[in-house]
């Protein structure tokens, strides 16, 4: 829940304004409630449930607990509005702070567990969109409390989440960012890297480093690799299958995409030289019907029930109008075959090897080697230091160039 400034002050039942919070750490706040603090936060008597919705109910036996907390001997100064901040989470143990380090060590690797699912895989209910949106929330819920220094490393999906994260980072915490490092980054702003390289092109989402970050957010990025170096159309394109899941918000989203420019496009119905024109062609016919067509076949196919269905003039040079949403939603299966083909388009073998590929703008190191070294160089010996690694698509928190630049700092 967000105070008047429109800062994070905790979760909360919203207002008029913002509505309630939700989420698997709202679900832990009530069985804190109900398990640990039943008599005291009277919880079972307010009717809160684990329902994972900052309801009335939790606020007010949260509430409560504050009031109760606040009394001697305890004296915890807890706020009582009823807003679970994150001193009264920690006060009914819904959250638990980091150990104090019993031994002396520079850098500490938080890695960032979330689910890193990405077109269709594992999760075929679950778009790249959706996964990016759980991990940038889990790095928040990781970082925010703790007042450390801080270095963020992500990779591929996980400089993503990275990006989306300091981009809802306080303004007045900046400072505890000691440095930033993206490989194969899907946010890179064109233009030279702070390692002194041009690739060209630029990250293909199109949703560049925040300006207060690009004097130490460094980008690795290998000659080729197209999430980071991206030209032409593919940032379109990477749209679409970044919102790829077997839905029918998906099938919305995908009907009024191919009614748009960038849609005629990609689909090679207004001819365009740029990169990636054309490539989503296959679509036409499965979208439509058309004679030939994956689904359609000769006659129209599909179309021959719903002719009345169709939409005319969003096609012109088809024979058939575009499925509705409704329709394509039925026929997803066969759509998503047709994406998935597009996305080899955009993967290319140079997206994998930062961890044993030196290049001369790396001081003649791998990318792997060369953040680590940069890292400490821009790091005082002096400073304790927290590294929050997050992994791209399909990996774990301890897979890949974040972790493994993490293992190298001492």
């Known amino acids: 829940m967000k105070g008047p400034d429109g800062k994070w002050i905790g979760y909360g039942p919203g207002d008029s304004t913002q509505p309630a919070d939700t989420g698997p750490q709202v679900s832990k706040i009530q069985h804190r409630l109900l398990y640990a603090y039943p008599k005291n936060s009277k919880a079972i008597e307010v009717g809160v449930t684990e329902s994972g919705v900052y309801s009335a109910q939790t606020a007010s036996a949260i509430h409560n607990i504050q009031v109760f907390m606040n009394q001697p001997p305890l004296n915890k100064g807890l706020r009582t ?85 300091m981009e809802q980072w306080p303004a007045d915490r900046r400072g505890e960012i000691k440095l930033y490092v993206g490989f194969g980054s899907p946010c890179r702003p064109p233009g030279p890297t702070l390692l002194g390289n041009d690739p060209g092109g630029s990250g293909i989402s199109q949703n560049f480093t925040p300006d207060w970050l690009r ?22 394109l990477y749209d679409v299958l970044t919102h790829m899941n077997m839905s029918l918000d998906f099938a919305v989203y995908l009907f009024n995409f191919m009614m748009s420019v960038p849609g005629k496009l990609l689909t090679g119905e207004t001819p365009s030289n740029q990169a990636g024109a054309g490539v989503l062609s296959g679509l036409l ?51 998503v075959q047709t994406l998935v083909a597009a996305l080899q388009f955009v993967f290319t073998q140079a997206h994998t090897h930062y961890h044993d590929t030196p290049q001369p703008y790396w001081r003649g190191l791998t990318a792997v080697d060369c953040a680590a070294q940069i890292i400490q160089e821009n790091v005082h010996e002096s400073e304790t230091v927290v590294v929050y690694t997050v992994p791209g698509t399909w990996a774990a928190w301890n897979d890949g160039p974040p972790a493994w630049t993490a293992w190298e700092l001492p």
Do not use: C, W
Not at 215 to 233: C, E, K, R, W
Not at 295 to 320: E, K, S, T
């Open 81 to 165: 509005d009823g807003i679970a901040n994150y001193a009264t989470q920690l006060a009914i143990g819904a959250v638990i702070p980091a150990p104090i380090p019993v031994h002396v060590k520079q850098f500490y690797q938080q890695g960032v567990a979330y689910p890193a699912d990405g077109f269709l895989q594992p999760d075929p209910n679950e778009s790249y969109v959706m996964s990016r949106t759980a991990g940038t929330a889990e790095l928040l819920r990781l970082a925010l409390p703790d007042h450390r220094p801080k270095v963020v490393i992500g990779y591929s999906q996980g400089e993503d989440v990275t990006n989306n994260a």
């Open 215 to 236: 004097p130490i957010a460094y980008h690795f990025t290998q000659p080729g690799d197209m999430y980071a170096n991206s030209v032409g159309l593919l940032p379109m």
């Open 285 to 335: 016919p499965v979208l439509t019907g058309a004679a030939g067509g994956v689904i359609g076949g000769p006659g129209g196919g599909i179309l021959g029930g719903i002719i009345g269905n169709v939409i005319p003039g969003i096609l012109p040079q088809q024979q058939a109008g575009l499925l509705n949403p409704t329709q394509i939603f039925a026929i997803l299966p066969e759509i």
